[in-house]
């Protein structure tokens, strides 16, 4: 089934997500399936579960958006062991719908992470992929994109959603 996606607002965003502890069960991987749907239904190329309203530390991405299935990517429990380079690029959040800032990131990001059945693997990724490990995994503790962004560029647009909010647009 494909999830609402939670705005920006709701705390479950903002508060660090559960570790996982058990794996290939009918829920897990029925969830997963979910969150992929969810995922493509929104047209986005990752999403992360406190991102549907569920707090686990679980984040699926596909940076080909559904293009190429060897591009489906399940990290469970990740964690970023190492990092180098640097990019600048537009980033987004389907959390946050309809902004996107320049965001600089890493280039080539290194996570440890399980899949469904509970296997532990590492993986590395450049550009886009590296970006995308970063910012779903940062979800799962709670924190978005726009803090990598000034001050100035955040209240400004924490002043335009409350707009949204108040007109009703931002549910
Ligand atoms: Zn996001």
Redesign the pocket.
């Known amino acids: 089934m494909v999830y609402p996606i939670v705005k920006f607002g709701d705390s479950v965003l903002e508060r660090v997500a559960d570790t996982v502890s058990e794996f290939d069960t009918p829920e897990l991987n029925q969830l997963l399936a979910d969150m992929f749907e969810s995922m493509y239904a929104a047209k986005g190329v990752?999403l992360?579960a406190p991102?549907i309203g569920i707090g686990k530390k679980i984040a699926v991405i596909d940076v080909s958006n559904g293009e190429n299935p060897a591009d489906k990517l399940v990290m469970i429990n990740p964690k970023i062991v190492h990092f180098e380079g640097k990019q600048v690029g537009e980033e987004g959040?389907?959390?946050i719908p309809g902004f996107l800032e320049q965001v600089r990131r890493a280039k080539r990001v290194t996570i440890q992470a399980q899949n469904a059945k509970g296997e532990e693997f590492e993986m590395t990724g450049e550009d886009l992929l590296a970006r995308a490990f970063l910012?779903e995994t940062e979800?799962l503790h709670g924190r978005?994109?726009i803090t990598h962004i000034s001050a100035l560029k955040r209240d400004l647009m924490k002043r335009k959603i409350k707009k949204l909010q108040r007109a009703g647009d931002w549910d």
Do not use: P
């Open positions: 990752g992360a991102q959040c389907l959390s910012h979800h978005l994109y």
